[in-house]
């Protein structure tokens, strides 16, 4: 997760994120943002076509269809050419078509496209997946699974604001003194001196200034805040301002974390920083009871798209994830083990300790 932070001793504030130059458009193939003069996507490599770029007309929404998976409840948009959908969230196919005045939420302000072909991202989730194989199951057809890898615009919530705090806390200074003590050594009683360190306390309060930016709340309802942490941070200098035609090609989920629950996130965390950042500037040798009351104004949001390839699959019962981040290719997730080879292993390592106790003990 990479966050600016300009702080009272660091009065460097982050950089504006440009914004998209006026030629910027859609791959046709693929959806991806182009710039003008671009011949090739940089994302699927499509050489690009005079007037066969845009699915619709700088302003004219696309058309798209909405879906609502019963079963974990995430709402996507994908292209009406696309009859048939299975949730990337959770696997699902069970899935019923929304009415377009039934989702009432506002439109993305800016938007990652995916830097990374499908066909790659493939190859990607096979070398992940294959680490560590030895402790794979057997009957786990991989071939299958890779198939269902998906890549989905994913909305977040993207907060800058101004966080001003006030904090009081007790510092301790270090201070050495030497005493004198008697001991007894060979059965005679010695006098002897010993350094002994000595903490010296006093109040301290003071104030404390930061600009926080480029901090992201999964907005998504299939894709929790911790699971998402564990695939970032994105490239945000990457961000182009949202237009339909992006999505061409992809599903979108819209989002289901509201502004205000996501802001009441984005405030817990930097009220933590800001005492982590009190903490780690205080003078002294070491301090107790810091005390840090912090209020945050200048707040200000955008609703982003960023591109996440997903793959939900079930192996005996259970639900297993993998996430990519879409633009830099960072992963996390689950894999099934055989309970089996894993206890043998266990086993082995339990052996070979034994073995090599017994050679120490025979020295």
Same mark, same amino acid.
């Given at each position: 997760?990479?966050?600016?932070?300009?702080?009272?001793?660091?009065?460097?504030l982050?950089?504006?994120?440009?914004?998209?130059?006026?030629?910027?458009?859609?791959?046709?193939?693929?959806?991806?943002?182009?710039?003008?003069?671009?011949?090739?996507?940089?994302?699927?490599?499509?050489?690009?076509?005079?007037?066969?770029i845009?699915?619709?007309a700088?302003?004219?929404?696309?058309?798209v269809?909405?879906?609502?998976?019963?079963?974990c409840? =995430?709402?996507?948009?994908?292209?009406?050419?696309q009859?048939?959908?299975?949730?990337?969230?959770?696997?699902?196919?069970?899935?019923v078509?929304?009415?377009?005045?039934?989702?009432?939420?506002?439109?993305?302000?800016?938007v990652?496209?995916?830097?990374?072909?499908?066909?790659?991202?493939r190859?990607?989730?096979?070398?992940?997946?294959?680490?560590?194989?030895?402790?794979?199951?057997?009957?786990?057809?991989?071939?299958?699974?890779?198939e269902?890898l998906?890549?989905?615009?994913v909305?977040?919530?993207? #907060?800058?604001?101004?966080?001003?705090?006030?904090?009081?806390?007790q510092?301790?200074?270090?201070?050495?003194?030497?005493?004198?003590?008697?001991?007894?050594?060979?059965?005679?009683?010695?006098?002897?001196?010993?350094?002994?360190?000595?903490?010296?306390?006093?109040?301290?309060?003071?104030?404390?200034?930061a600009?926080?930016?480029?901090?992201?709340?999964?907005?998504?309802g299939?894709?929790?805040?911790?699971?998402?942490?564990?695939?970032?941070? &994105?490239?945000? =200098?990457?961000?182009?301002?949202?237009r339909?035609?992006?999505?061409?090609?992809?599903?979108?989920?819209? &989002?289901?974390v509201a502004?205000?629950?996501?802001?009441?996130?984005?405030?817990?965390?930097?009220?933590?920083?800001?005492?982590n950042?009190?903490?780690?500037?205080?003078p002294?040798?070491?301090?107790?009871?810091?005390?840090?009351?912090?209020?945050?104004?200048?707040?200000?949001?955008?609703?982003?798209?960023?591109?996440?390839?997903?793959l939900?699959y079930?192996?005996?019962?259970?639900?297993?994830? #993998?996430?990519?981040?879409g633009?830099?290719?960072?992963?996390?997730?689950?894999?099934?083990?055989?309970?089996?080879?894993?206890?043998?292993a266990?086993?082995?390592?339990?052996?070979?300790?034994?073995?090599?106790?017994?050679?120490?003990?025979?020295?």
């Open positions: 997760m990479a966050v600016s932070a300009s702080e009272i001793y660091d009065v460097e982050a950089p504006d994120l440009p914004l998209p130059s006026a030629g910027a458009s859609a791959c046709g193939s693929c959806g991806s943002p182009m710039e003008s003069g671009d011949r090739f996507c940089p994302a699927c490599g499509a050489a690009s076509a005079e007037g066969a845009d699915r619709s700088p302003g004219t929404p696309a058309a269809r909405h879906l609502k998976c019963n079963n409840g =995430a709402e996507v948009q994908i292209d009406p050419d009859r048939s959908y299975v949730c990337a969230f959770c696997d699902s196919t069970y899935v078509e929304l009415p377009p005045a039934e989702t009432g939420r506002q439109d993305p302000e800016f990652i496209g995916f830097a990374i072909p499908l066909d790659d991202a190859d990607r989730f096979r070398r992940w997946f294959q680490s560590n194989s030895w402790f794979r199951p057997r009957d786990l057809a991989r071939a299958e699974i890779v269902q998906r890549g989905v615009y909305p977040f919530w993207s #907060f800058t604001l101004l966080a001003r705090s006030s904090w009081s806390a510092i301790g200074e270090y201070w050495y003194r030497t005493e004198t003590y008697t001991t007894v050594e060979n059965g005679k009683t010695v006098t002897k001196t010993r350094r002994v360190r000595e903490t010296e306390w006093w109040p301290l309060r003071g104030g404390h200034h600009y926080y930016s480029g901090f992201l709340i999964s907005a998504s299939g894709l929790p805040h911790q699971v998402a942490l564990q695939m970032q941070p &994105y490239r945000l =200098a990457a961000l182009k301002r949202y339909p035609q992006f999505l061409a090609g992809w599903a979108a989920e819209e &989002y289901s502004r205000e629950e996501a802001l009441t996130i984005a405030t817990e965390e930097f009220q933590r920083r800001e005492q950042a009190v903490a780690n500037h205080l002294g040798d070491e301090h107790r009871g810091l005390s840090v009351s912090t209020g945050f104004s200048d707040i200000n949001s955008d609703l982003v798209l960023l591109p996440v390839y997903m939900t079930r192996y005996r019962g259970k639900n297993y994830r #993998f996430v990519m981040n633009q830099t290719g960072r992963v996390t997730g689950a894999k099934p083990v055989s309970a089996v080879k894993v206890a043998i266990v086993a082995l390592g339990v052996a070979a300790a034994l073995v090599a106790w017994g050679a120490l003990s025979l020295m």
